[in-house]
Nanobody, 120 residues
């Protein structure tokens, strides 16, 4: 299984970005996909995840109301729409695969990360 994250960049506070995670290998529709992030000097933290069908999602409290997550099983891709970005959202964002039946916070495969920088 390989996960390719893209869409990061440098934006200003209040702007929006959409991250994409394209997955190859395995059966995409059989597992959940999520995002973690790691800010400089901090531990990696859970951001969001979506179930295999898309019927269940979860978000960290810090991004609720600003971020949405969706998936297109025909394209093997998960999207993280980030609105009203804040400087504290600055981090490397990693997408990951979560096996069926496992909590969203326990992925088994990780992508390489994409950098999001939000200036004030």
């Amino acid at each position: 299984v390989q996960l390719q994250a893209s869409g990061g960049g440098l934006v200003q506070a209040g702007d929006s970005l959409r991250l994409s995670c394209t997955v190859s290998g395995g059966t995409f529709s059989s597992y959940s996909v999520g995002w973690f992030r790691q800010a400089p000097g901090k531990e990696r933290e859970f951001v969001s995840a979506i179930s295999r069908s898309g019927g269940s999602t979860d978000f960290a409290d810090s991004v609720k109301g600003r971020f949405t997550i969706s998936r297109d099983n025909a394209k093997n891709t998960v999207y993280l729409q980030m609105n009203n970005l804040k400087p504290e959202d600055t981090a490397v964002y990693y997408c990951n695969r979560v096996p069926n039946g496992v909590p969203f916070t326990q992925p088994d495969y990780w992508g390489q990360g994409t950098l999001v920088t939000v200036s004030s």
